[in-house]
């Protein structure tokens, strides 16, 4: 069963925009990660954020982490064409069982 | 750097035949899972291990899927027999640690049942 939900399903923007990714959950968590997967390949692990952590940046990744609205932001500064791909959050509940989100879908024009 | 291996890559069998999946995580790395992807969705864990032990295989279909890990290292998915639904992509996944470590996943195998 899927719980985190990404918003939008879609977006595209053009090269230089920055992109905002959102995800929901149902219940606590230990941990949040973000996912990158190119088109038919496997995932690519981003950022990881603990449940006690509200902010974290890597390069031009930005992630927040509201536990009181069970939500959680990806922000992607600048984006690149080879910024194309499927983005994934998943919450980790308990020992390392990670459950993935559905993911956006984020298409760059150059 | 490092990768977990999978093959084949790409995978085409008829249903009711039997078809297997093989993964090499990254050296060092005791856990290692197993994910279904169909098209459009996120992964779904079908089954995890701790070095040789079954951590977690609550989400895979028993009748038809087994997975074994002999000596801790590689990994083998088999199913037998395929259905239809059963085309997805498979993805294996490992991990230093257990408590909700980064994963590192390999490139996956593309299952199509005709």
């Known amino acids: 069963s899927q719980q985190g939900e990404e918003d939008p399903q879609a977006l595209s923007i053009q090269e230089g925009e920055n992109a905002t990714m959102n995800c929901s959950y149902k219940t606590s968590i230990n941990n949040l990660q973000w996912y990158r997967q190119n088109s038919g390949r496997g995932l690519v692990h981003l950022i990881l954020?603990?449940?006690?952590?509200r902010e974290k940046h890597s390069g031009r990744l930005r992630v927040t982490l509201d536990t009181s609205k069970k939500s959680s932001s990806l922000l992607i500064t600048a984006s690149r064409a080879a910024d194309t791909a499927s983005y994934f959050c998943a919450t980790s509940l308990s020992g390392s069982r990670l459950t993935f989100g559905e993911g956006t879908q984020l298409t760059v024009n150059p | 750097e490092a990768e977990v291996a999978q093959s084949p890559r790409y995978k085409i069998t008829e249903k009711s035949q039997a078809v297997a999946f093989w993964c090499d995580p990254i050296?060092?790395?005791?856990?290692l899972y197993w994910y279904r992807q169909i098209l459009g969705q996120g992964p779904e864990l079908l089954v995890q291990f701790q070095d040789e032990s079954v951590v977690d295989d609550s989400q895979l279909p028993k009748d038809r899927f087994s997975a074994e890990r002999l000596k801790g290292v590689d990994s083998t998915l088999k199913i037998q027999p395929a259905e239809l639904g059963d085309s997805a992509m498979y993805l294996c996944?490992?991990?230093?640690?257990?408590?909700?470590?980064?994963?590192?996943f390999g490139p996956g195998t593309r299952l199509t049942v005709t």
């Open positions: 050296s060092g790395h005791a856990t």
């Open positions: 954020i603990r449940s006690n952590e």
């Open positions: 996944a490992s991990s230093y640690g257990l408590e909700g470590a980064e994963q590192y």
